[in-house]
């Protein structure tokens, strides 16, 4: 009997050690290539932490606002991973062109993403330290079904923290001439953005 009782809980530790996924740091994570299915890739430094809050931009008579929070372990269907997330509400003269803000879809956020950038990768960061990791985000319109990206840099401005960003268009717009898409631009401009934790 004793022997089949440890026969058990040998096996049994076995599965769970096999269970278990690993945790590797999102610094590591593989960009263009396979991840390391079942694993977390966790925000290990807390680098997440430093976008969240509001943040607001403010060009000419243009009001960008962005609300960011770090999610920890979600499962996208292979991987666990932490992750930034938001929502966004843009005005021009005072009056909103379009708002995010109310959404309540995880699924469908209007920020969201955990790539971190080197200063050498798209864009490139000539002001950048070698050392210090921007953030890239999907920025979607869902409005007009259009999806640009967002780069997120740390920096201070007259004492506050502060965020650089660019949203940018990551790629070409194609379509047939015979079914040209209702909109080649999102209602939200790209271009940089300065924004100032609120």
Not at 1 to 22: D, G, R, W, Y
Not at 70 to 81: A, D, H, V
Not at 96 to 112: A, H, Q
Not at 173 to 192: F, K, R
């Amino acid at each position: 009997m004793k022997n089949i009782l440890t026969s058990v809980l040998l096996f049994t530790t076995l599965i769970a050690c096999k269970a278990q996924s690993p945790i590797i740091d999102i610094e590591n994570k593989p960009y263009f290539t396979e991840t390391q299915e079942n694993a977390y890739y966790k925000d290990v430094n807390n680098f997440f932490n430093d976008f969240e809050g509001t943040w607001l931009a403010t060009n000419g008579n243009k009001t960008l606002k962005i609300v960011l929070l770090k999610e920890t372990q979600l499962y996208t269907g292979k991987i666990y991973t932490d992750y930034v997330s938001g929502e966004y509400e843009y005005k021009k003269d005072g009056t909103t062109v379009i708002s995010t803000l109310s959404n309540t879809d995880r699924y469908k956020r209007g920020v969201n993403g955990n790539s971190l950038l080197k200063s050498n990768h798209k864009p490139i960061c000539n002001d950048c330290s070698p050392t210090k990791r921007r953030l890239s985000v999907t920025f979607s319109d869902r409005t007009r079904d259009m999806h640009n990206t967002l780069t997120l840099q740390l920096i201070t401005v007259n004492g506050r923290l502060a965020l650089k960003g660019l949203l940018w268009s990551n790629g070409g717009l194609s379509y047939h001439i015979d079914n040209p898409p209702a909109h080649i631009e999102m209602t939200v401009p790209t271009g940089w953005w300065t924004f100032i934790k609120q």
